[in-house]
């Protein structure tokens, strides 16, 4: 399925809005956790108080392309399941709106930091890296509702809170130099939702997307010191 900086996510959850933010708001920040918590392949970017940080986030241009390029991927996995936190469902509980206007918040303050830390500036005229961003916070936004329904539910079908995550299966450097790289990264994607209501229940397809595996192609360019995506493309992984 493929389709964060300082206020909390209980701040930006009781504001209340009805309707989801039209985009990233460039003055905002983000609260929130990687899935599964502790992963070697998904690093904490987290400050002491929990809150993402854009500089966290970012890829130093001392890291090899190689290793850019498997960030990147990791930092896409984490996106989508930023905001799931303990904070997180208890802010939902006091909110009187509906789930998904109370996610598509959270989710646009996250797109915020994800896309101001990864992707080149002026991104938003790129239309695959504005594509991008959008599939990445409208997934974000649904698996934090997945995670909301299955956390602390006390529904016997939910044997485990909702995740999803990635694994990086193999990336090879198709051309590098000090200001840019070109790398293929291969991915399997990840989640849980045959062990709670989100497969049984509200979206079986999750079920089958469970191991699928994709084929990322990443554009590095060097702004800044950091690596920033210049572009992005992803097709079906070739069969092993």
Same mark, same amino acid.
């Given at each position: ?19 989801? %933010?039209?985009? %990233? ?8 956790? =990687? ?7 998904? %690093?904490?970017?987290?400050?002491? @108080? ?15 392309? @190689? ?26 509980? *006091? ?14 303050? *996250?797109? !915020? ?13 790129? +239309?695959?890296? +504005? ?8 997934? *974000?936004?649904?698996?934090?509702? *997945?995670?909301?329904?299955? =956390? ?24 590098? +130099? @000090? ?6 990264? !291969? ?44 572009? =992005?493309?992803?097709?079906?992984? %070739?069969?092993?």
């Amino acid at each position: 399925m493929r389709a964060t900086v300082g206020v909390s996510i209980a701040a930006i959850a009781l504001a209340g809005c009805s309707a989801a %933010p039209a985009g %990233p708001d460039p003055s905002s920040t983000v609260t929130g956790s =990687y899935a599964p918590t502790g992963r070697a392949d998904h %690093p904490d970017a987290s400050d002491a @108080s929990g809150s993402l940080s854009v500089a966290a986030l970012e890829i130093p241009i001392s890291t090899s392309p @190689s290793d850019a390029a498997k960030l990147v991927e990791q930092r896409f996995a984490a996106w989508q399941m930023a905001g799931t936190t303990d904070p997180t469902y208890r802010a939902r509980l *006091n909110f009187s709106g509906s789930t998904g206007s109370f996610t598509a918040n959270i989710a646009a303050t *996250n797109a !915020t930091a994800f896309t101001q830390a990864l992707f080149v500036p002026g991104w938003q005229s790129n +239309s695959v890296l +504005s594509g991008r961003a959008r599939g990445e916070q409208q997934n *974000n936004a649904g698996r934090i509702e *997945n995670w909301i329904i299955t =956390y602390k539910s006390g529904d016997p079908a939910d044997k485990q809170v909702y995740k999803y995550w990635t694994t990086i299966e193999s990336e090879q450097v198709q051309q590098a +130099s @000090s200001t840019s790289a070109l790398v293929d990264v !291969t991915v399997t994607e990840h989640n849980n939702s045959a062990q709670n209501r989100i497969g049984l229940q509200y979206h079986p397809v999750e079920v089958s997307q469970n191991g699928n595996r994709y084929l990322s192609h990443i554009q590095l360019a060097a702004v800044g010191g950091t690596w920033k995506i210049a572009n =992005y493309d992803a097709e079906g992984a %070739p069969s092993q």
